[in-house]
């Protein structure tokens, strides 16, 4: 979903794929997270209710590791105090990614731009709503763990970013999936399940319907949604499809 500069121009499969394609779906539509009635909607949902705070969501010991954190970084945790602690971390996480130099808007962007421009039909899995409300509520129930999670996450971003983004762009789906999913999985099952599987199972049902239509579609969905055990590629395979790997030319 973001990219650094030197990740430009994208290898020539994406280019392929989206010529061959009439309809092109995505996760969700991101240019609507631009409009104010959707930013004014956004800081609702964000907001902790009846006068919480991050302080009094947390045990002592991970609000600790959060105070470390944003002093390590000097970061205000002021900022982040009457969050919700999963949409805390995220904005902490692409702070991260600013450092790291990873600051583009990402593939699922650009071919959105592309097929507005081009007058292809558009699709989204999700509604914007279901998308911030799940970011919003992953940590529901067990703020320590995700909070902790991603504290750990961020410390090793620098060397993790990198390989994601080498492994993404050679298209290698046994490294993508030990270096996200697996890992994830390992970490935090119930991140994993709502974040990955229980998605990819919803969006199957969608996909299979695309088989039946006489249009091509194009669907574009973050990276760890493709690969591993739960991954749309292995739910195709498993119903008996070919998946084949469009190779990029230099």
């Not at 593939?107 to 989204?124: N, T």
């Not at 229980?198 to 049902?205: A, E, G, H, V």
Request: glycine share 4%; net charge negative.
């Amino acid at each position: 979903h973001m990219l650094r500069a030197s990740d430009w121009p994208l290898p020539t499969a994406f280019e392929f794929a989206y010529r061959q394609s009439e309809i092109v779906v995505f996760e969700t539509n991101l240019e609507g997270m631009e409009a104010a009635d959707f930013q004014m909607k956004l800081l609702e949902r964000v907001q902790l209710s009846n006068g919480l705070t991050l302080q009094s969501v947390l045990s002592p010991e991970v609000y600790q590791q959060l105070v470390h954190y944003c002093a390590s970084n000097q970061f205000p945790i002021a900022v982040l105090q009457r969050l919700e602690p999963s949409f805390a971390m995220i904005s902490l996480a692409l702070l991260e990614y600013q450092k790291l130099g990873v600051t583009q808007e990402g593939v699922d962007h650009y071919y959105l731009k592309c097929a507005h421009r081009d007058a292809k039909s558009v699709r989204f899995f999700e509604t914007l709503e279901e998308q911030i409300d799940l970011l919003c509520s992953l940590g529901d129930g067990n703020e320590d763990a995700f909070v902790s999670y991603s504290l750990d996450e961020m410390e090793s971003a620098a060397e993790a970013i990198h390989q994601i983004l080498a492994h993404w762009r050679s298209g290698s789906r046994a490294k993508l999936n030990a270096l996200i999913n697996e890992e994830m999985r390992a970490a935090s099952p119930v991140i994993y399940q709502r974040m990955l599987a229980d998605r990819n199972k919803k969006w199957m049902s969608s996909i299979l319907e695309y088989f039946n239509t006489p249009a091509v579609e194009y669907v574009l969905v973050g990276a760890a949604h493709l690969v591993g055990v739960d991954g749309l590629l292995q739910q195709l395979e498993k119903r008996g499809f070919k998946v084949t790997q469009v190779q990029s030319k230099p």
